[in-house]
T-cell receptor, first 113, second 110 residues
């Protein structure tokens, strides 16, 4: 079966523009996570969806960041009025259930000029 | 706040050498996971350790979970260039997410 996919793989944008990143999780996985990874750094938790429960948004760095998920399928991460410090790889992961092994997508490399 | 500290941050060795990387915390974790990430890809799970004192082996890789479940180590025997990558440890956060360390970047030269 297919793994986690993300699109686009690369995104270059100008400061102040909005961007939308997409994640297609593995079918049947109820949990979905977004992380940010700056160059040479570990993974920074952003947001977590579990089934139809309210998402855990505790990792979102500012109100310019938001994410949605439709049921147990696709998720989109939106960054409004992008800043240069938003440049990073954004990774999505899904797992069968909370606390299970997470399967990661290849990430979206965002560059804000 | 639960934090995981990994050491060393960087490691460059010759093929055939042995190495150990460490993952430490002041917090107790119910389980710890080790991932390897190659450039341009997402992390891939290597192993999950759940019991204090547990030792798991995956070919040339040996993983150990500390008795108090606050630390873990990864030992690689006779490292190969294919072992090159970023090794990340992760523990289960209270909200269901994973808390990651900053990783150890390993380079194995032929």
């Amino acid at each position: 079966g297919a793994g986690v996919s993300q699109s686009p793989s690369n995104k270059v944008t100008e400061k102040g523009k909005d961007v939308e990143l997409r994640c297609d999780p593995i079918s049947g996985h109820t949990a979905l996570y977004w992380y940010r990874q700056r160059l040479g750094q570990g993974l920074e938790f952003l947001i977590y969806f579990q089934g139809n429960s309210a998402p855990d948004k505790s990792g979102l760095p500012s109100d310019r960041f938001s994410a949605e998920r439709t049921g147990e399928s696709v998720s989109t991460l939106t960054i409004q009025r992008t800043q240069q410090e938003d440049s990073a790889v954004y990774l999505c992961a899904s797992s069968l259930r909370r606390y299970n092994e997470q399967f990661f997508g290849p990430g979206t490399r965002l560059t804000v000029l | 706040t639960q934090l995981l500290e990994q050491s060393p941050q960087f490691l460059s060795i010759q093929e055939g050498e042995n190495l150990t990387v460490y993952c430490n915390s002041s917090s107790v974790f119910s389980s710890l996971q080790w991932y390897r990430q190659e450039p341009g890809e997402g992390p891939v799970l290597l192993v999950t350790v759940v019991t204090g004192g547990e030792v798991k082996k995956l070919k040339r890789l040996t993983f150990q979970f500390g008795d108090a479940r606050k630390d873990s180590s990864l030992h690689i025997t006779a490292a190969q260039p294919g072992d090159t990558g970023l090794y990340l440890c992760a523990g289960g956060g209270s909200q269901g997410n994973l808390i990651f360390g900053k990783g150890t970047k390993l380079s194995v030269k032929p």
